[in-house]
């Protein structure tokens, strides 16, 4: 695998989410259809965390120390034991860009890395350093993903125009 291709894609991807996210309207980030779907506040609540509690500390832990087991998280509870809803959007957004660029400033600082070290992920058996950076990029085009259906869902709730045009093509 090309490491660096991988970390100039979280590189890109940083834009990316910029382009993505930057500017939207209250009313927007805060929509959601379904009580058990997250709002665009949400998401970037988790980027952020994920950014700096998921997948920059726990790359480094497969690194430094890939014997020793990892800190237990748990996203899915830390959308409403942080309370993302009730945070700043733009605040959050801006926290999540300078994290990244944090990741990847440090993700090219390596020198020699051994990302063939090996931890084991307790669902998910052993995982590789190189592994856990590939689906660091992976878990950003999930969110793209997740982001972008959310927006056309809210622009089809907002515009209560029919769609078939666009989904046609």
Request: with cysteine.
């Amino acid at each position: 695998m090309k490491h660096k291709t991988i970390i100039e894609g979280l590189q890109r991807n940083k834009l990316v989410f910029k382009q993505l996210l930057q500017g939207v309207p209250k009313e927007e980030y805060l929509w959601k259809d379904k009580p058990n779907r997250w709002c665009l506040l949400e998401i970037v609540g988790h980027l952020y965390d994920e950014e700096r509690e998921d997948f920059r500390k726990r790359t480094k832990h497969i690194l430094d120390t890939p014997d020793q087991p990892f800190t237990p998280i748990d996203p899915e509870g830390w959308v409403e034991e942080r309370r993302y809803a009730k945070q700043e959007y733009e605040v959050v957004l801006h926290r999540f860009l300078e994290e990244r660029k944090a990741s990847v400033i440090w993700l090219n600082s390596l020198a020699n890395p051994k990302w063939e070290n090996i931890t084991r992920h307790s669902d998910l058996g052993p995982m590789t350093a190189s592994q856990f950076l590939a689906n660091w990029l992976a878990h950003d085009y999930l969110h793209f993903n997740q982001i972008t259906r959310l927006k056309l869902d809210y622009l089809k709730y907002m515009s209560k125009e029919n769609f078939s045009y666009a989904e046609g093509c």
